[in-house]
């Protein structure tokens, strides 16, 4: 990921602690996959799989910050070094908030098999959206690692689909809710699922958009797609 230093060591310490982001990356991308493997086959055993990983996210998280930590300490890093190893902090704890989400996926769904809910609701719609969010942490997280801005961009722009996936998954919802009153309750169960897994696909963007911050030194966040364009150009 990063440009080569005058110090070897300082290379491996970089290409050291961006490897343990990336299985950080890996971990909590198997987690949505389980989760939504966990609601779609209604098993509490794959949910508390999700459950379990959680630890060993964190416990990453923590490693991996105290590893930057130490560099910054030892390295004292200016301008595109210092920018690269913020963001890593950053992409660090949104991977750790993606497990969050996660892990309360699989919480629900525990709870939607305890209450016995109809399993007539469109749970499985959920798995298209899943995809999405997970393709796009995939993305997010080659592209962190060649520091790609153009896939970056593209990143942006294709998270537009998942919060579109989102609300017509909800206008579904708010349609049996309407229809019988007795699906209000789990209905809202699948409500807070699908917001999760959008949540999901905003921390992916997350990720991209530190990819520019390091590359150009531009905080993109919050900024119109035709002015972060621009930045790129």
């Not at 982001?21 to 909590?28: F, R």
């Not at 060649?146 to 579109?164: F, G, S």
């Not at 809202?188 to 905003?202: H, N, Q, S």
């Amino acid at each position: 990921m990063p440009e080569k230093h005058l110090s070897s060591q300082f290379d491996s310490e970089l290409s050291a602690v961006s490897t343990r982001v990336m299985e950080l990356g890996g971990l909590v991308e198997s987690q949505i996959r389980q989760a939504i493997y966990a609601l779609s086959q209604f098993s509490v055993e794959v949910a508390d799989q999700v459950t379990a990983a959680e630890v060993k996210v964190n416990a990453m998280e923590v490693e991996i910050d105290r590893d930057l930590s130490s560099i910054i300490a030892r390295r004292q890093p200016t301008a595109r070094d210092l920018r690269l190893l913020i963001a890593i902090s950053k992409a660090t704890a949104n991977l750790e908030r993606v497990g969050d989400e996660a892990e309360k996926i699989a919480r629900m769904v525990r709870s939607i098999i305890q209450s016995g809910a109809p399993r007539s609701l469109p749970s499985l719609e959920l798995r298209v959206a899943s995809d999405m969010a997970s393709g796009l942490l995939r993305k997010a997280l080659d592209a962190f690692a060649r520091l790609d801005t153009t896939a970056a961009l593209a990143i942006l722009k294709e998270d537009n689909l998942i919060d579109q996936e989102f609300d017509g998954f909800m206008r579904k919802l708010i349609t049996y809710m309407m229809e019988d009153p007795r699906m209000i309750s789990p209905s809202l169960d699948l409500l807070f699922l699908a917001k999760a897994i959008e949540r999901i696909g905003d921390h992916a963007k997350n990720i991209a958009e530190l990819i520019i911050y390091i590359v150009k030194g531009a905080d993109v966040r919050h900024t119109p797609m035709a002015e972060i364009e621009s930045v790129l150009k």
